[in-house]
């Protein structure tokens, strides 16, 4: 098959160094190489949380530490901030866990409303809300600022944070947020393959795991803090993905955080700057739009389906045609990762002329 470049919001692309650094020989997982490789990212991955808490790795998709933190740390009810396709499903995801939950809507294309999550927690109903801060489906960032203030205000209520299409994007800063559960996964800005998952948890939220039956194994966060402490994980562990991981964040220290995050910015404003030359319109609120991508209504009423194949056929790349009730109606770019000014530059150059043709 031919490498169709992706500018979708994930997976993304994976670029020949991160790749080759997967088919490094195998080792046990169980041995002391593991507890190396382990041990020498903890730094860099704790500087990324912006923590001093253990990062844990999951061979799972985000999905699974999603669900686990839900069974983790819900112990009354759980409150799901509502925005787009991922956060709405987040309210499925604790009702089937068993977990007594209420949802806290808000209009796709809008971000969490920091006053109508403080009204509901002062209800004194929940002890726990789940956050997703980049809503993938709709390119819309909340203010994590605004609402970790909030959250703060409540020190019953443990928060559980998706940054799953933000994290390495721009700064989250979970200790000094007191975020309680952060969470990503690999495919989306760290430009990985997916399959892994990497989270944090604060003493707060240990201590509330503690006090619930029914965590299960697979993500009992208390098993994942006891094998960290060995440098290891509960179950084994997708290790190929870890000397990946391992690669990248080497390589996003030696670019430096700042400049990865204005990196981002500047190929993020390039995609703004097209979409409003070109006319078409935002689909996210104005001040709340995503760093990582951008999700593009399709007022121009084209058939975005048929520019993506002409898109593949001349220039083997591909972009995403909308998600859940927005599909067809928007079209969403990433321009997350690894992109550059120059590779967001020449997709774009190929949109226009897919457009035309």
């Known amino acids: 098959m031919p490498h169709i470049k992706l500018f979708i919001p994930g997976p993304i692309e994976v670029s020949e160094k991160t790749l080759a650094a997967m088919a490094k020989p195998m080792i046990g997982h169980r041995s002391g190489d593991f507890k190396k490789l382990y041990a020498a990212i903890q730094p860099q991955l704790q500087a990324l949380f912006y923590t001093k808490q253990p990062v844990f790795l999951s061979t799972s998709s985000s999905w699974g530490v999603m669900e686990g933190a839900i069974n983790n740390v819900v112990g009354k009810k759980v409150l799901n901030c509502m925005n787009g396709a ?10 089937r866990c068993g977990k007594q939950a209420d949802g806290l809507q808000a209009e796709w ?12 927690l ?23 600022e605004e609402l970790a203030a909030v959250l703060r205000k409540y020190p019953n209520v443990i928060s559980i944070v998706d940054t799953v299409s933000s994290f390495s994007v721009v700064p989250i800063k979970m200790d000094e947020l007191g975020i309680d559960v952060l969470l990503t996964g690999s495919q989306k800005a760290l430009a990985l393959p997916p399959g892994l998952s990497l989270f944090a948890c604060s003493e707060r ?25 060995g440098s290891m994980t509960p179950s084994t562990p997708c290790i190929s993905q870890i000397y990946a991981l391992q690669s990248k964040v080497e390589e996003i220290f030696a670019e430096g955080l700042e ?50 194949a002409l898109l593949k056929k001349r220039y083997s790349a591909m972009i995403n045609c909308g998600y859940g009730k927005i599909k067809g109606t928007t079209f969403r770019i990433s321009n997350m990762g690894d992109e550059t000014e120059a590779t967001i530059s020449e997709l774009l ?3 226009d002329d897919c457009i035309k043709g």
């Open 205 to 229: 939220a240990f201590e509330r795991a503690a006090q619930i039956q029914g965590r299960g194994y697979y993500f009992d966060f208390l098993e994942f803090k006891k094998n960290a402490e």
């Open 109 to 120: 294309g809008k971000p969490v409303d920091p006053k109508a999550l403080d009204a509901k």
């Open 349 to 351: 150059t190929w949109l």
């Open 86 to 95: 991922f956060s709405d499903k987040w309210l499925d995801v604790s009702r």
């Open 259 to 308: 400049a990865r995050y204005a990196r981002q910015a500047k190929t993020n404003q390039l995609v703004a700057d097209w979409v409003v030359a070109r006319g078409f319109e935002f689909f996210a609120e104005e001040g709340y739009r995503s760093k990582s991508l951008t999700c593009i209504s399709n007022n121009k009423g084209l058939d975005m389906e048929a520019v993506n």
């Open 122 to 144: 002062a209800t004194g109903e929940y002890d726990a809300v789940t956050i997703i801060h980049n809503e993938t489906s709709t390119g819309v960032m909340s203010n994590i």
